[in-house]
């Protein structure tokens, strides 16, 4: 397999997969830990409410494998200090209800009280625990630390072209070719270039 992009969805991705007993290859165009993707930086907005059930259980999924993450690594990855969301938290509160995930309604002048923010008049908001901070550096670097010897790393290797047969997909780079049994693509900005541009099937 050919995991193409080494941010946080590609490594998981490839560790995911070596888990499975697949031999995984990755491919970075830039530099391990570059900040030109979005899996950069020491922070990174975590919370489970959305106005949407399945998002809420993706989210507590989510959660879950954070913390194993976390408890895996040693390290410190998720500040769980809660979240808190002001307007059109009614479609919000239905579906944290729905999947019986707690929550507080906090009114405004509580608002101002606890978290020194103003909100109009009358207002509310709504506060949820489980939300908080996680540091997508770190939890880059630790899902890279605990791949073993399965996945192997390509930095710096450009994807120039990517063809099929039915037998393989075929990967051109300028200094080396990839054969695999499937491609997956997690290059986050540059999917439309990738996908739309370089992608060509031969698959018949």
Known sequence: MVVVGAGIMGLSTAKALSELGQRVIVVERFELDHDRGSSHGN????????????????????????????????????????????????????????CEVGYEIVSG???????????????????????????????????????????????????KRITCDRDAVHIQTPNAAFRARAVVLTVGAWLNSVARLQVRSDCG
């Open 43 to 98: 922070a990174r907005g975590f919370k489970l409410t959305y106005p949407d059930p399945e998002f809420v259980r993706l989210a507590q999924t989510s959660l879950a494998r954070w913390l194993h993450l976390e408890a895996a690594s040693g390290r410190p990855l998720l500040d769980l200090c809660g979240s808190l969301d002001i307007g059109a938290i009614d479609g919000r509160r239905a579906a944290l209800e729905k």
């Open 109 to 159: 002048d509580e608002i101002q009280q606890r978290f020194h923010i103003a909100i109009d008049p009358g207002s509310s908001g709504l506060f949820q625990a489980s939300g908080g901070v996680l540091n997508a550096d770190l939890a880059r670097k630790s899902t890279r630390d605990l791949l073993d010897d399965s996945v192997q790393l390509a930095t710096r290797t450009l994807v």
